[in-house]
């Protein structure tokens, strides 16, 4: 994940930093075992590092967005790249969420390829205790609820396949609530600057903004609404992204969007995307953090 981040020098300064507030090292956990690292307490943190380091070198080539967005938790790397709060703000949000999340117990999540989505929506809307939390594409959804209740929707709906999550908690979903709570009132505490840029947020797709309060409330509203992913895809060419560059590892978040909507696609995942062709990156459209 770290890759060759930690050669610069705001890579090693950032580094530092988080070490300090973490209290353990973002490039040992990045280097060690894939387990430890895959524990929602390690990989949020490192991935809001990781994606930050590489805004930040991006902005220092002149390179700014034009809107931005984040699945998950890259929505706090997009709001960091749009100046919303610094980095050691968006790092305390970060420990703070993941530990919250990481806690969280008696929950099942589920990603969905390729299913009947009326079949899908419909079995959900009569199933208590289970929603859709990731709508990721028309043809892959993340389902999360209460293992029983997760189990009856797989039990009737007919998917071409299916893969648990392991995770303890039901993330992004109402059973998310008292975590919702808690990191409310951390949220309250924290300054949101207004954005530079227009963010779409995970819960209203429709409505980007670049209102900090407004931005704030919609953090809290993520832990327990769905991200809804599929909408914001279907959003860019409505508001003129002509390019999108996906920043942080993995290709996850283009590969979606090549599916969805013929829009410029790019990756930055580390310092040498960045250097052997800093002439040509464009921000015409939405820098995003990954999730």
């Known amino acids: 994940m770290i890759g060759d981040l930690a050669e610069s020098a705001l890579g090693q300064e950032r580094l530092e930093i988080a070490e300090r507030i973490l209290g353990w090292s973002v490039l040992?956990?990045?280097?060690?075992?894939?387990?430890?690292?895959?524990?929602?307490?390690?990989?949020?943190?490192?991935?809001?590092?990781?994606?930050?380091?590489?805004?930040?070198?991006?902005?220092?080539?002149?390179h700014f967005p034009d809107l931005v967005a984040?699945?998950?938790?890259?929505?706090?790397?997009?709001?960091?790249?749009?100046?919303?709060?610094?980095?050691?703000?968006?790092?305390?949000?970060?420990?703070?969420?993941?530990?919250?999340?990481?806690?969280?117990e008696g929950g099942k999540m589920a990603a969905l390829m390729k299913f009947d989505r009326t079949s899908l929506e419909t079995v959900i809307n009569q199933t208590e205790n289970v929603v859709i939390a990731n709508d990721n594409s028309a043809e892959q959804v993340v389902?999360?609820?209460?293992?029983?209740?997760?189990?009856l929707?797989?039990?009737?709906?007919?998917?071409?396949r299916v893969m648990p999550l392991k995770v303890s908690g039901a993330f992004h979903s109402p059973l998310m609530e008292n975590a919702a709570i808690q990191f409310q009132q951390i949220l309250e505490l924290v300054n949101f600057r207004s954005a530079k840029v227009p963010v779409i947020s995970n819960v209203d797709p429709s409505n980007p903004t670049q209102d900090g309060e407004e931005l704030?409330?919609?953090?809290?509203?993520?832990?327990?609404?769905?991200?809804?992913?599929r909408e914001i895809m279907l959003k860019l060419p409505d508001v003129g992204v002509e390019k999108v560059i996906e920043v942080g590892p993995g290709k996850v978040l283009t590969g979606l969007i090549k599916r969805?909507?013929?829009i410029?696609?790019?990756?930055?995942?580390?310092?040498?995307?960045?250097?052997?062709?800093?002439?040509?990156?464009?921000?015409q459209g939405s820098l995003i953090g990954v999730g």
């Open 260 to 262: 969805t909507a013929p």
């Open 143 to 151: 389902i999360s609820g209460t293992p029983e209740a997760v189990d």
């Open 28 to 62: 040992e956990k990045c280097q060690g075992d894939e387990e430890t690292l895959s524990r929602t307490l390690y990989t949020q943190p490192c991935l809001f590092v990781v994606e930050s380091i590489l805004a930040d070198l991006l902005q220092e080539k002149g």
């Open 264 to 283: 410029e696609l790019e990756n930055i995942s580390q310092l040498a995307d960045i250097s052997k062709g800093s002439e040509d990156v464009k921000l």
């Open 70 to 104: 984040g699945h998950s938790l890259g929505e706090y790397s997009a709001l960091y790249a749009a100046r919303v709060f610094n980095f050691e703000t968006g790092l305390n949000l970060v420990q703070n969420r993941s530990r919250l999340m990481d806690a969280a």
């Open 216 to 229: 704030k409330k919609y953090l809290i509203w993520q832990m327990t609404s769905s991200v809804r992913w």
């Open 153 to 160: 929707v797989l039990g009737q709906v007919k998917v071409k």
